[in-house]
């Protein structure tokens, strides 16, 4: 069975980078892409981006100048830093599974239980 | 970017009902359009990939139908776990996006 698994601090100040990492644990995290999602309190989820095992990454463009996601296969996990953070960017932040290589049909189909992260000084 | 449209943005029904929402795209997407559930406090849970397949160990009751700009989740048969949010997704390309979500009351 497939488990992710995010960390990082729950409690971020304005300005500063918002720091998080999955963890992949039941399955190889070769061959397939790996997403950020976040869900501000009360709101819908907003993609942030996803990385292939192999690194090439995409993001989405309201958010490309201030994130960076990376990974490291030999620990099985990935991560996100986001950058000069507001309280708009307050949210639970998930990670997911994205579809595998050469699979046409991109869902996300296994998700971590999410972490709340709150931008306030 | 493609926007996604859920309708309603939220209902009321009683178990048993059939229940019906709608997703409409921005623009074509042909059948890459995914379909997620919600309970307060966890993560969404895959139901439909592609329009119309049924996610593995997701019941019968949810069905998926639709290509192009306009597709529809049905649940035949509401039972009181299914009280929740729904969203819809585009796949077709990135950013990948989310409809409003469709939040199912019971009545």
């Known amino acids: 069975q497939v488990q992710l698994q995010e960390s990082g601090p729950g409690l971020v100040k304005p300005s500063d980078t918002l720091s998080l990492t999955c963890t992949v644990s039941?399955?190889?995290?070769?061959?397939?892409?790996w997403s950020w999602i976040r869900q501000p309190p009360g709101k819908g989820l907003e993609w942030i981006g996803h990385i292939f095992y192999s690194g090439s990454t995409n993001y989405n463009p309201s958010l490309k100048s201030r994130v960076t996601i990376s990974v490291d296969t030999s620990k099985s996990q990935f991560s996100l830093k986001l950058s000069s953070v507001t309280a708009a960017d307050t949210a639970v932040y998930y990670c997911?599974?994205?579809?595998?290589?050469?699979?046409?049909?991109?869902?996300?189909?296994?998700w971590g239980q999410g972490t709340l992260v709150t931008v306030s000084s | 970017d493609i926007q996604m449209t859920q309708s309603p943005s939220s209902l009321s029904a009683s178990s048993g009902n059939r229940v019906t929402i709608t997703c409409r795209a921005s623009q074509t997407i042909s059948s890459y359009l995914n379909w997620y559930q919600q309970k307060p406090g966890k993560a969404p849970k895959l139901l439909i990939y592609a329009a119309s397949s049924l996610q593995s160990g997701v019941p019968s009751r949810f069905s998926g139908s639709g290509s192009g700009t306009d597709f529809t989740l049905t649940i035949s048969g509401l039972q009181p776990e299914d009280f929740a949010t729904y969203y819809c997704?585009?796949?077709?390309?990135?950013?990948?996006?989310f409809g409003g979500g469709t939040k199912v009351e019971i009545k």
């Open positions: 997704q585009q796949s077709y390309n990135t950013p990948r996006t």
């Open positions: 997911a599974r994205g579809e595998f290589t050469n699979d046409v049909w991109a869902r996300f189909d296994y």
């Open positions: 039941g399955d190889s995290i070769s061959s397939y892409y």
